[in-house]
């Protein structure tokens, strides 16, 4: 069943009060576990970076949304939904949001209380829910912990009954030179190891490749995969 998309103006307002709720403390929360990180992150007023905002996320809107047109998708299940703000630019016709940050998961019901083509549920209270679509768009790279990747790749693949689109690099990095809460991975290798039912049928490179500046590139592309 097809939903109604929200209108320029509740988009407008949505944005304003995202705003409005990180005009607060944004100090760099310590690193102790990916979990910890982001709520830590998003209870202490920030966000859920760069990549979920301006060109970024009209280049992830743009690419998604033809997608969902052109295959018919009816429902989509998303694995780290976020702070919302990419979200307000989606046009999918039913959705259900997962996060591990119940600050997260709040500020996204607080956005979307009128929408009632949108769910959300924290992972602890995740029991099962398929979609034609399972997204991953700026996580798998934030996922540092080896058990945690691996967790989350087989819920991802698990909960798709057509496709899973992955926005993420797709290199190893094991020194994490990024940083505590990154580690880059070549996360197509795992899949063509463990998830033999599913084929990658598309690369998707990023409008703004990663040249230096994480403001101006990113090293994320699009990847495809088709349950055969």
């Given at each position: 069943?097809?939903?109604?998309?929200?209108?320029?103006?509740?988009?407008?307002?949505?944005?304003?009060?995202?705003?409005?709720?990180?005009?607060?403390?944004?100090?760099?929360?310590?690193?102790?576990?990916?979990?910890?990180?982001?709520?830590?992150?998003?209870?202490?007023?920030?966000?859920?970076?760069?990549?979920?905002?301006?060109?970024?996320?009209q280049f992830?809107?743009?690419?998604?949304?033809?997608?969902?047109?052109?295959?018919?998708?009816?429902?989509?299940?998303?694995?780290?939904?976020?702070?919302?703000?990419?979200?307000?630019?989606?046009?999918?016709?039913?959705?259900?949001?997962?996060?591990?940050?119940?600050t997260?998961?709040?500020?996204?019901?607080?956005?979307?209380?009128?929408?009632?083509?949108?769910?959300?549920?924290?992972?602890?209270?995740?029991?099962?829910?398929?979609?034609?679509?399972?997204?991953?768009?700026?996580?798998?790279?934030?996922?540092?912990?080896?058990?945690?990747?691996?967790?989350?790749?087989?819920?991802?693949?698990?909960?798709?009954?057509?496709?899973?689109?992955?926005?993420?690099?797709?290199?190893d990095?094991?020194?994490?030179?990024?940083?505590?809460?990154?580690?880059?991975?070549?996360?197509?290798?795992?899949?063509?190891?463990?998830?033999?039912?599913?084929q990658?049928?598309?690369?998707?490179?990023?409008?703004?490749p990663?040249?230096?500046?994480?403001?101006?590139?990113?090293?994320?592309?699009?990847?495809?995969?088709?349950?055969?």
């Amino acid at each position: 069943m097809f939903g109604q998309h929200h209108s320029p103006l509740s988009i407008s307002r949505g944005a304003r009060w995202l705003r409005r709720a990180f005009r607060t403390s944004k100090r760099a929360p310590s690193f102790t576990h990916s979990q910890e990180y982001w709520e830590q992150r998003y209870a202490s007023g920030g966000h859920s970076g760069a990549g979920s905002y301006k060109k970024f996320a009209q280049f992830k809107a743009d690419t998604l949304n033809r997608f969902v047109s052109e295959h018919g998708i009816r429902t989509v299940i998303e694995f780290g939904c976020g702070d919302g703000n990419q979200l307000l630019l989606a046009q999918y016709p039913q959705y259900l949001g997962i996060d591990v940050s119940p600050t997260a998961i709040g500020l996204c019901r607080r956005l979307f209380e009128a929408d009632n083509t949108k769910t959300f549920r924290l992972l602890g209270d995740y029991s099962g829910e398929g979609a034609e679509l399972a997204l991953s768009l700026d996580v798998i790279y934030h996922l540092v912990e080896d058990s945690v990747f691996a967790d989350y790749m087989h819920t991802l693949f698990g909960a798709a009954q057509r496709y899973v689109i992955v926005y993420a690099s797709n290199f190893d990095d094991p020194e994490q030179q990024a940083g505590p809460h990154v580690r880059h991975r070549q996360f197509t290798d795992w899949a063509a190891s463990h998830c033999p039912h599913w084929q990658l049928i598309e690369h998707i490179p990023n409008k703004y490749p990663y040249q230096g500046n994480y403001r101006k590139g990113s090293f994320a592309d699009f990847y495809v995969f088709r349950k055969i």
